[in-house]
């Protein structure tokens, strides 16, 4: 099976562990709806009453210890939808002038 030929949106030689706020998308594999419960089609409801599936549950609590696991990363605000997530995140330096995630740079 081919994979699709998309397009590499990165810029060139940008340091995406340097400071700053990042709006990241992350998709399931095959656009599967992993994340939320079978509702049905004609569910009506806010966003946030919508009932996660159990995977989408682990997902949430992995997305909360960013936080506290990371001291120089923030989740500034996040979306759990059915076959995809949604988050802004921020990253700070230390005190000694590197990221968290400095092991990412360039990834």
Not at 9 to 32: H, P, V
Not at 36 to 43: D, F, L, M, Q, R
Not at 54 to 78: A, H, P, Q, R, S
Not at 80 to 100: A, C, K, V, W
Request: with cysteine.
């Amino acid at each position: 099976m081919d994979l699709p030929k998309r397009k590499n949106i990165r810029l060139n030689d940008y340091n995406y562990s340097s400071n700053g706020a990042y709006f990241i998308t992350i998709c399931t594999k095959n656009k599967e709806n992993l994340l939320w419960k079978n509702v049905g089609a004609n569910c009506v409801r806010p966003l946030d009453q919508l009932p996660l599936s159990k995977i989408g549950i682990v997902i949430e609590n992995e997305i909360y210890k960013l936080n506290t696991v990371y001291e120089n990363i923030k989740v500034d605000k996040y979306q759990i939808m059915p076959n995809h997530i949604h988050l802004i995140i921020f990253i700070y330096e230390d005190s000694n002038g590197r990221t968290q995630f400095a092991y990412f740079k360039n990834y």
